[in-house]
């Protein structure tokens, strides 16, 4: 379901969501539209004065939110909803759900493979994307090649910002392991989360920190706070 589609109101969307909520699906993903014309041309068959506003797009988003909590459903959080009979629902209230590139899971994995072009992979020490050009990636297989075009080999820190951000994404308390808490990045990220805490998104102590229901909206905003590779790159 998609919210601040060009033209939509409150009142379209509330029709929408009745017939949605009608149907009763296990899962519902309320994603928020998307304006990037150039890269997919048919969004310029509308301008940006045919889109909802900001005030409105944050209205419209709520509204779907309401509605699938006063419905049943249960908020996983990257906008996914499920209802509490679903895998997902229920791994999370179990603290045993888990994400990937490919989204959310009801159980860990130790590795997820990428078949295919741009396909990525994620291992336990290592993220890796296979070649994004066909030629290139059917030449590299034909030659035994792994049709690899980069990839990051995880150090430590990163193995263990990794594992708060598995605990937050699956309701747990994440605990603050103490290499982070001594590391130079953490200072900066810890005032950032205080500011989430003071809005009621997290609970944060000296050594630990949860995402609370609300917060669960905002998850994609906190695990951007805890990734050090990107405060790195914008600083840099």
């Known amino acids: ?9 409150v009142e379209s969307v509330r029709a929408s969501l009745t017939t949605l909520l009608r149907m009763k699906p296990d899962r519902v993903n309320y994603l ?3 304006h990037v014309p150039w890269i997919k041309p048919s ?40 209802l509490p009979s679903d895998p997902l629902a229920q791994s999370r209230e179990a603290g045993r759900l888990t994400r990937s590139f490919m989204g959310f899971a009801p159980a860990p994995v130790d590795a997820l493979i990428g078949l295919g072009v741009s396909a990525i992979g994620d291992t336990p020490g290592a993220y890796a994307q296979n070649e994004k050009n066909l030629q290139r990636y059917e030449a590299r297989v034909v030659a035994g090649e792994l049709p690899l075009q980069r990839g990051h080999v995880l150090d430590a820190e990163d193995r263990a910002i990794r594992g708060l951000l598995t605990d937050l994404l699956a ?9 982070v ?10 005032q950032e989360l205080e500011k989430f805490a003071a809005d009621g998104l ?14 669960r909206a905002f998850l994609a ?13 914008l600083a840099s």
């Not at 905003?221 to 790159?233: F, P, Q």
Request: proline content about 7%.
């Open 43 to 82: 969004q310029r068959q509308y301008t940006e004065a045919d889109l909802p506003d900001a005030t409105l797009r944050r209205e419209l988003y709520l509204l779907g939110r309401e509605k699938l909590a006063a419905a049943g459903y249960v908020e996983i959080g990257f906008d996914q909803f499920a």
């Open 181 to 190: 808490r001594q590391s130079d990045w953490w200072p900066p990220v810890r």
């Open 202 to 215: 997290v609970e944060l102590s000296e050594a630990q920190i949860q995402v609370t229901a609300l917060g």
């Open 221 to 233: 905003r906190i695990g951007i706070t805890l990734d050090r590779r990107l405060r790195e790159s």
């Open 171 to 179: 309701s747990r308390a994440a605990t603050l392991p103490e290499p």
């Open 1 to 9: 379901f998609i919210c601040g589609l060009p033209l939509q109101t």
């Open 32 to 34: 928020p539209y998307v």
